[in-house]
């Protein structure tokens, strides 16, 4: 086997390892919904051994079904999230034999495969690319799953650097065009195709997300019973939602706490502001006299370098993320203090934007692909982009490597609040 494919086989191997991990729990817990914004944590794991089997079994090996039956169980157009506890699933034993029986007939085709194949599902191993950064965000959605359950102890800790203090609170970005998107990326998806010059004017963005204190400051000013700072739509859905505060936070006396995977423990001021919904965000930068950065504004800032005039793979270059440059891979269950990856900052200076929490700033509107061809599949990308989404940038601690990348686009509902979102904020030159 090449170098390329003992790669490859080595993420398949790992992606797998981690969900195994995160479904290593009691069948109760595993066939249970826990949310209906989720599905159970067993639907997941087949789901993720059947889209396996669907594209590099079938399309890219040309392999008799193994279980055709299922197909439409596990397909994630046909059955709402809130309706899948009603599915016929595969239980949990069944699930893991299951998915270990695609996995080695996937290692086979693997070994078998050419990468040079001009198809472009088969070239540079695209189509393991795919079902690699697929498993890794369903495993993200393990992890919004266990953290609904409310169950301690599931979930594994870690230590993260320290953060610091002091530095500029805006970073300035100059006023120039800047290629977004990609076009030589191997595993980049449609939605990130073609690269694209934008032209901007000059604007400025918080050097850091805005953290647990600052937002704390926004709380306790009113800023969740004052209309001034929602739009109609935020304002309606804080109302009906009865919503003062992000997400997990609660607050006794003078003290605000969290709840994170079944733990209560006091807010810790200096990390990033996570699980609050597009709504929340818009409204704290009102309030702070900004805005949110559109998404050409967060990728410039991410990963253009001006003066090579080309993008980045990641915010500090082409070296692969280390502990020392971004919270990333699960290393800990929560974002690293505000200041703590000064080596992982852009060309520009500004510093986490992959590995603390994703961001939910740019609005909606954008469309599925830049121009390029829908592929493999148009319910990637294309039904998702739009008036009723938000676009999602970089990459939460719960973000692998693998599916983190500056072009990397991805969605939501204005209203989610259980994904790892957080934000920063922009606002106009002058």
Known sequence: MTDAKERIAAQLLAVRDRSLAYTEADDDLLVRQHSPLMSPL?????????YEELWVLRAAGGITPLRPEIDDIYDAFKTPRKDRPSLPFLGPAEARRYIEGVRGRVLDVLDAIDLDDPSPLNRDGFVFGLVIQHEHQHDETMLATLQLSGQPGLVQDGELPKGRAGGPEEVHVPAGPFLMGTDTLPWAYDNERPATWVDLPGYWIDRLPVGNRAYADFIED???DDPRWWTPEGWHWRQTSGATGPLFWTRDGGTWYR????????LPMDEPVQHVCWYEADAYARWAGKRLPTEAEWEKACGWDPERRRSRRYPWGETEPTPALANLGHRASHPAP???YPGGASAYGVEQMVGGTCGSGPGPGSTATRGSAVFP???YSEVFFGEEYRVLRGGSWAADPAAVR???????YPIRRQIFTGFRCARPET
């Open 406 to 412: 500056t072009t990397f686009r991805n969605w939501d």
């Open 377 to 379: 599949y148009k319910e």
């Open 42 to 50: 067993v639907w997941d794991l087949a789901h993720v051994g059947n």
């Open 338 to 340: 505000l200041g703590a």
């Open 222 to 224: 009113g800023g969740y």
């Open 259 to 266: 709840n994170r995977f079944g733990r209560t423990e006091p």
